[in-house]
C-alpha cells in the first residue's frame, strides 16, 4: 500500500503494525521514520536506542528540559540520557503526543481496567520486540507516544488519558540524528484510543531525501 | 543538629549534604526518610533503586500513569518500573515537587548557562555515588526532584523552572516500601533553588514510628 505523502519521487512500502502488537527495526542516520495513524484516534508507543551502543536510550526527563515544554512537535528533538540528539520531529500534522507516562503493562491493565482480561499491554509487545536486540524489559523507559492525548491540567497537575486528536491518515515524520534500534507499537490500552484497536502504519524514508 | 521533627521519641541525627554534592546510602524496608530544606528554596534530586536488584528503578513514567497527576504530595506512591512502590510520602509541607525532569548535568549546564563554568551537575554527583553500589551513570533515570518547582501550562504546554516554594526547615518525608538504595543531591543548578547554593538535610527514621 504505497502513498506518495511527500511529493518524493521514491517512495517505500508502509509496513503494517497489527493491532496490539509491536515490532523493532533498525533506523539507520539520516532516515526519516513516518508513523501513520490510519483509521484515526489510536497510539504508537515510540522508543529509541543507539544501535551502537544500547544504554543510550531516549530520555523523556532530557527532552522535557531542553524542549522547556511538553507538547512536542514539529521542531523539537527527541535526546537520549546523554544529552545526544536521537530524533528530529520534522514534520507533524498532529500537534498532540505524550511524552509522560510508560508504556503500560500487564499490571497497569490490571489497575486500570479490573473487569478486562489482563493484557501484556505496549510494554510486553516492547520488551519481545526488543529483546533479539539485546534490550531487556527494564530498559524500557518513558515512551514517545505518538498520537496520545494526555491534557496536563496546570493548576492542578491532574493528568488525563483521552482519544487521540488524530484523523485517518495523519501521521508524524521522525528523522535519525545517529543510528537506532526504533521500538514501535499498536497501542492495546482501552482509554488511549477511545476504546477502539487499530492497526499502525509506518514508512521508512530514505536519507537525504529532506 | 538533631531536632525533634515529628514528636518522636527517638531521633536520628540529621546528615548535612553539602551545597553542589550528592550522596547514596541504603534505606531499608519501612525506615522513613526525612528531606529538609534547611534554608529554604533548595532542591534536592531523588532515585532509588531497589536493593537487591539494582535493575528495578524509580520511574517516573509509571508513577504519574498510576497518579493521574504530575504534582504528587502526601499519599502519592512512587513507583518502580516492575509497578512495584518503593516510597510512599506520607508528609509533605511543601506541595510541590518535580516528577518531569532528569537531574541536570555538564551537557546541560553548557545549554542553559553558556556563560558559566559548567558543572557535572546532581547528575554527575549522583553518578559518582551510586558508581559503589553498581549503579552507572546510564542508568540514572528521571528523578524526584524534591521542593523543585517546575509548574506546567497547561494550554501551551510550556513548563518553567522556577524558585522552590520551600521555607527554612520545610521537609518532605517517604517511608520505603522496599529495601532500597537512595540517590540524594543539594541542587547544583542555578535555575531551580533562585540562583543560589545550598546544602540539604536528612534524617532516616527507624522502621514502625510511623
Known amino acids: 500500500m504505497p502513498v506518495q505523502l511527500f511529493g518524493r519521487r521514491q517512495v517505500t512500502d508502509i509496513i503494517e503494525i497489527p493491532e496490539r502488537s509491536g515490532t523493532a527495526f533498525r533506523l539507520a542516520k539520516g532516515e526519516t521514520l513516518i508513523v501513520i ?9 515510540l522508543l529509541a536506542f543507539n544501535a551502537a551502543d544500547v544504554d543510550e536510550v531516549i530520555s523523556s526527563g532530557r527532552t522535557l528540559d531542553y524542549a522547556e515544554h511538553i507538547y512536542l512537535t514539529k521542531g523539537d528533538k527527541l535526546y537520549s540520557n546523554r544529552s545526544n540528539v536521537m530524533l528530529d520531529i520534522v514534520e507533524d ?3 498532540r503526543h505524550d511524552f509522560l507516562l510508560t508504556p503500560c503493562s500487564f499490571d497497569t491493565f490490571k489497575h486500570f481496567y479490573p473487569d478486562l482480561e489482563p493484557h501484556r499491554g505496549c510494554f510486553g509487545n516492547l520488551a519481545e520486540a526488543l529483546d533479539p536486540y539485546g534490550i531487556g524489559a527494564d530498559r524500557i523507559p518513558v515512551a514517545f507516544n505518538c498520537f496520545m492525548n ?24 521522525l528523522r535519525a540524528e545517529m543510528d537506532l534500534i526504533i521500538g514501535l507499537t ?13 492497526p499502525i502504519h509506518y514508512r521508512i524514508e530514505p536519507a537525504q531525501t529532506r
Not at 497537575?157 to 501521521?171: F, T
Open 93 to 95: 500534522v498532529v500537534g
Open 37 to 45: 495513524d490510519p483509521r484515526g484516534e489510536q497510539v504508537a508507543d
Open 186 to 198: 499498536a497501542c492495546s490500552a482501552p482509554d488511549s484510543n477511545g476504546g477502539t484497536f487499530k
Open 150 to 173: 494526555v491534557p496536563v491540567d496546570g493548576a492542578s497537575g491532574r493528568l488525563r488519558v483521552l482519544p487521540p486528536i488524530s484523523k485517518a491518515g495523519d501521521h508524524i515524520a
